[in-house]
Nanobody
Framework: QVRVVESGGGLVQPGGSLTLTCATSGNIAIVNVMGWYRQTPGKEREAVANITAAGGIKYEDFVKGRFTISRDNAKKTMYLQMNSLKPEDTAVYYC???????????????WGQGTQVTVSS
């Protein structure tokens, strides 16, 4: 079983910064991808950024240059440094880890409970 817990959300003014943390535990396969997603009421969950175990990174266009994703494999933890926050970044942010336990096997997704980020003056 894999456990995923996000932390670090809160209220911040426009232009401010926050750092989200995603701590995982349990049977984490070596082959995995960790990612941040976000969701606002009435909208589908959308990808923000992801990072592979080897350090490959992908950002969605709307966060490029403002957010930085990183991970510490030894601690099984991922981070999202968010700078220059905008009101439209307001959402519940979710951590996802996708793992594959054997070559050619299925990818399995695990999700955290989410953490609220509110950008408002």
């Amino acid at each position: 079983q894999v456990r995923v817990v996000e932390s670090g959300g809160g209220l911040v003014q426009p232009g401010g910064s926050l750092t989200l943390t995603c701590a995982t535990s349990g049977n984490i396969a070596i082959v995995n991808v960790m990612g941040w997603y976000r969701q606002t009421p009435g909208k589908e969950r959308e990808a923000v950024a992801n990072i592979t175990a080897a350090g490959g990174i992908k950002y969605e266009d709307f966060v490029k240059g403002r957010f930085t994703i990183s991970r510490d494999n030894a601690k099984k933890t991922m981070y999202l440094q968010m700078n220059s926050l905008k009101p439209e970044d307001t959402a519940v942010y979710y951590c996802n880890i996708r793992v594959r336990y054997r070559s050619g096997g299925p990818w399995i997704d695990y999700w955290g409970q989410g953490t609220q980020v509110t950008v408002s003056s």
